[in-house]
């Protein structure tokens, strides 16, 4: 059974920084490309962020380009998702997901994703 567990969330102040954290088993990790995404209040979920199995291809929505860096590190079966220079527009329960196929296509659309993490609330304050 496959299990994704998300950490680093937290209160963070505008500008501020944070480190997301998530850990996967019950699937070979490195044959799959990781996303993540977010959910703020009232808001369909949206896509942050993708990294390609090797980690060598990464994708970003326009919202966080720049300030928002994805990684894996397949030897700890673990994706990051580094957030800098953070906006009160940031604020959301943060979700990784781990794609349905070995592929990129559709690596932005919550329906290419088979599993998914429980969720971490990231609070920015202005």
């Known amino acids: 059974q496959v299990q994704l567990v998300e950490s680093g969330g937290g209160l963070v102040q505008a500008g501020g920084s944070l480190r997301l954290s998530c850990a996967a088993s019950?699937?070979?990790?490195?044959?799959?490309?990781m996303g993540w995404f977010r959910q703020g209040p009232g808001k369909e979920r949206e896509f942050v962020a993708f990294?390609?199995?090797?980690?060598?291809?990464?994708y970003y929505a326009d919202s966080v380009k720049g300030r928002f860096t994805i990684s894996r590190d397949n030897a700890k079966n673990t994706v990051y998702l580094q957030g800098n220079s953070l906006k009160p527009e940031d604020t959301a329960v943060y979700y990784c997901?781990?794609?349905?196929?070995?592929?990129?296509?559709?690596?932005?659309?919550?329906?290419?994703?088979?599993?998914w993490g429980q969720g971490t609330q990231v609070t920015v304050s202005s």
């Open positions: 997901a781990m794609k349905r196929d070995v592929n990129y296509v559709g690596y932005s659309l919550p329906r290419a994703y088979a599993y």
């Open positions: 019950g699937r070979t990790f490195s044959s799959y490309g």
């Open positions: 990294v390609g199995w090797s980690g060598g291809s990464t």
